[in-house]
């Protein structure tokens, strides 16, 4: 990317590497190459859902459990199927110390999918970087939690001060 034309950069609900997700990756996407149909199980009615509310904390909206049940839906086979196999390999942890720019590594403190201490390790890993926790938002802040997510990457913005935004 071209330093020159990033001034600050937010990390929202993110890893640098993906090591705890191998083994489930590696089931999924080396199934889904074998046994037509197992992608689509992830996106069946029961399991989809139950997927998709992993990604909240506890007070999401049944609209928008719904609305990410229906992207995950919509995700066609080979989408899915590459987006595992990309992440088994995922690690960007040697590269963060060479961050050309501030910033804000955000996370809820109930995500679930990329934990509040993988943001930790970002944020440990980046000079200068700020950590944020939103307390009690999950995986999908900017659905559940997007007024506080807000305070937390607009500067100036109203917001309350120390590591957990309520």
């Given amino acids: 990317f071209a330093q020159e034309r990033l001034n600050s950069v937010v990390l929202l609900s993110t890893l640098c590497r993906a090591p705890g997700l191998r083994m489930w990756q590696h089931i999924i996407g080396e199934a889904s190459a074998y046994v037509p149909g197992v992608s689509g199980m992830m996106r069946g009615k029961n399991v989809g859902f139950l997927t998709t509310r992993l990604g909240f904390g506890r007070h999401a909206l049944p609209s928008h459990i719904e609305l990410v049940q229906q992207m995950m839906a919509t995700t066609d086979h080979e989408t899915l199927q590459h987006a595992t ?82």
């Fill in 85 to 166: 196999r990309t992440l088994m390999n995922f690690d960007l942890s040697e590269s963060l110390p060479k961050f050309p720019c501030p910033t804000v590594v955000a996370s809820g403190t109930a995500d679930l999918v990329t934990p509040p201490a993988d943001a930790r390790d970002i944020a440990s890993r980046l000079p200068g970087s700020r950590l944020e926790m939103v307390r009690g938002a999950g995986h999908l802040i900017m659905l559940e939690a997007p007024d506080r997510l807000y305070k937390v990457v607009v500067p100036g913005a109203q917001r309350q001060h120390g590591p957990l935004v309520d």
